[in-house]
Each structure stands twice: as C-alpha cells, then as structure tokens.
C-alpha cells in the first residue's frame, strides 16, 4: 500500500506540475532567459506546492489500486474466512492515511508557503539581474500587464524593428506602434522597464470599440516617443516578493488573524473588512480542510477498493479522479461565497468533508454486515 499510493502521489505531482512548467518557466528556458541551474531550482521549489494537490488524490488512487486488486484476487474473502474483519483489515491503510494528514498539514502550512516565497524571490533576482533578459528578440512577449512586445533585433538595451501592441482589459488593441529602433532603460525605482522610441508610426483605435474596423483608425508618426512604462511586477515587486494569504506560514497566518480581529473598522469600511476577514479565514481553515481531505478519501477509498474489487489501474484512476475533482469542485463553490460571510462559508467549507466521511462510514457498514 505504502509504495503504491507514493508511486500515485509522485505521478499526479508531475501531471500537476507540468503546466505550470509549460507555461512559466519553459518558455524563459528555451529562449536563454534561464539557466539550466536556476531552471532547475525553480522547478524543485514547485514539488511542495504540487503536493499539496496531489497527496490527497495520490494516497485515494493508491487505495483502491490495492484493495481493489486485493479483493478482485480474493485475498480479502480469504482474510475474512479467518476471522480478520473490515476494521482489521483497514487499519493499516487508516494509519497511512493519518501519516498522510499530517504531512499534508506540514506542506499546507509551511513547506508549500516558504517553497512559493522562495520561487518568486528567486525569480525575482534573476528579473533583477538583468531585466533586459525578457526581451527576447523574435518572439511575441506578454508578460507586462497591458502591452504585447515584439522585436526583430536586439543589442544589448538597443532594439531594431520593435512592435508595440497596447491592449485592453478584453485582450482587444487600442493601440500599434511599429518603431526603426528602441531603447530600454531600468527604473529600478519604479521596478519598470522604460522604453524610447525612435522613428515611429503609430495607430490609435476607438478605446470604447476597436474592433470597428468601419471607423478609421488615428495614424501618426513621430521622430521620438514619449518613455513607455512597463512593469516588471509580475516577477517581483518594489519591495521584494508580496507574500499573499496563500503563501504564509501556520504562524503567519496565526498573527495575521490576531491583527486583523484586533483591528476596528470605520463604519464605512466595515462590509469590505468583514470580506477581507472571510478571505483570511477561508484561507486558514482550507489548509485543515485539505489536510483532513488526505484521511476521509482514503477512509472512502477502502470500502470503494473492496466492493468494487477491479484490478485496472485505469478504472481505478477513473474512480479517484471523479471523487477528488467533486470534492475540489464542492469546495472551489463554496469559497466562492467569500463575499458574503454571512452565510460562514469558512464553516461550510467542511461540508463536503464530513459528506465523504458520513458516506464513506456508511459504505464501512455495509460491507462489514457482509
């Protein structure tokens, strides 16, 4: 069972890890923009944040691979001919799933949160070290909020053939620039890259409608732009990496909490606070939840394994699958109810919890009258 389900975990923290590669590291990767050391760094320090979702659906699919092969062998028929009953033959499984929830509670609380503080501030030195890394030259780049960038040519800060393209909150242009050449300076200040035009041609679109292609667009040129700002917060800010609620320690967030109920609001302010309060708190009780996730899918996975008694790895995939991506499901709605903390959706978010443990002792029972 032990090997079964950290085989489970170790497969579903690649598949939850992948993406987040694929998205924001790898491209930064082929292009040069990272090294294969740091590349590397980044990606060891994405494992405990994967974990965080995989364990819970790692330890349930492991479960079932064994107990479901078990039974279908009829290896568990043949321990209860002996006189080992249900709660016997669970009770390792149910220690597991307890080391499980406790390890689950170490990566909720303080592996996961020093881990996502660390990616960013590594990602943020290696922005800061040499900010012009992110211009690649032909290559369409989106990283700064608002604008798409592309260059023909770089040299060093100097840029040849540059393309601007300004966007709004609908991803919709307002506005082009196509420019002969460009230069970027740091305002390590303002943690912005500025860039100066040359020799430009720009078009101006209706900002309310620019996709009406009827309505012709303003076009212009000028021998020298004003500086354009772009902002490099999305890899880290003026003062170092925002740590969110998400990112903080178990005693973080403990003295968060403590601030926050201490803290009295103007009147005026008190509906935005009282949100901002079930943020932290929904926050704080989502990392027990998961935790406690770890131990009621494997409880449900026992009696699920026994009574189904299938040996395909696939089906049984199947099963864990559905079950875990329900429980997110019922949960992802529940803190969507975080702007109206007067339904306690920080006590709701147990709900589906305490569902897969009532279900779960339900279909104990009937097995074990078998």
Request: proline share 5%.
């Amino acid at each position: 069972m032990l090997f079964t389900c950290v085989a489970a975990v170790g497969l579903f923290t690649f598949i939850v890890m992948v993406p987040n590669i694929a998205r924001d590291l790898l491209p930064y990767m082929l292009a040069g923009q990272f090294s294969a050391a740091l590349f590397t760094k980044l990606v060891l320090l994405l494992i405990p944040f994967a974990i965080t979702y995989s364990l819970p659906m790692g330890l349930l699919t492991g479960v079932l691979l064994t107990l479901g092969r078990l039974s279908a062998d009829s290896e568990v028929t043949a321990m209860r001919a002996v006189g080992l009953s249900i709660n016997r033959i669970s009770r390792p499984v149910l220690v597991l799933a307890a080391l499980g929830a406790a390890l689950a509670l170490y990566f909720n609380f303080d592996s996961m949160p020093r881990a996502r503080v660390e990616y960013h501030r590594a990602l943020g030195e290696a922005v800061r070290a040499n900010p012009l890394r992110f211009i690649v030259e032909k290559t369409f780049i989106r990283d700064f909020p608002g604008y798409v960038v592309y260059v023909n040519e770089k040299n060093g800060a100097e840029m040849h053939d540059f393309w601007l393209w300004e966007i709004d909150d609908q991803k919709r242009v307002t506005r082009m620039v196509r420019a002969e050449s460009g230069h970027f300076d740091y305002d390590e200040a303002n943690n912005a890259l500025i860039l100066t035009l040359t020799h430009a041609q720009v078009e101006t679109r209706n900002e309310k409608n620019p996709e009406n292609f009827l309505e012709a667009p303003l076009v212009g040129s000028f021998e020298r732009s004003e500086p354009v700002r772009l902002s490099l917060n999305r890899f880290f800010g003026r003062g170092g990496v925002h740590v969110k609620q998400d990112w903080m320690t178990y005693r973080e967030l403990n003295a968060e909490r403590a601030r926050v109920a201490a803290f009295v609001p103007p009147p005026d302010e008190a509906k935005q606070f009282a949100r901002d309060r079930m943020k932290l708190e929904l926050v704080y009780q989502d990392k027990f939840n998961t935790a406690l996730a770890v131990f009621s899918l494997a409880l449900l996975g026992v009696p699920l394994g026994i009574k189904v008694s299938r040996r395909e790895t696939s089906a049984n995939f199947g099963v864990a699958l559905l079950l875990t991506l329900g429980y997110y499901l019922l949960t992802v709605a529940v803190k969507a109810l975080d702007r109206h903390p007067e339904y306690r959706p920080d006590l709701l978010l147990w709900v589906p919890n305490l569902l897969i443990l009532g279900l779960g002792a339900w279909l104990f029972s009937r097995i074990d009258r078998k």
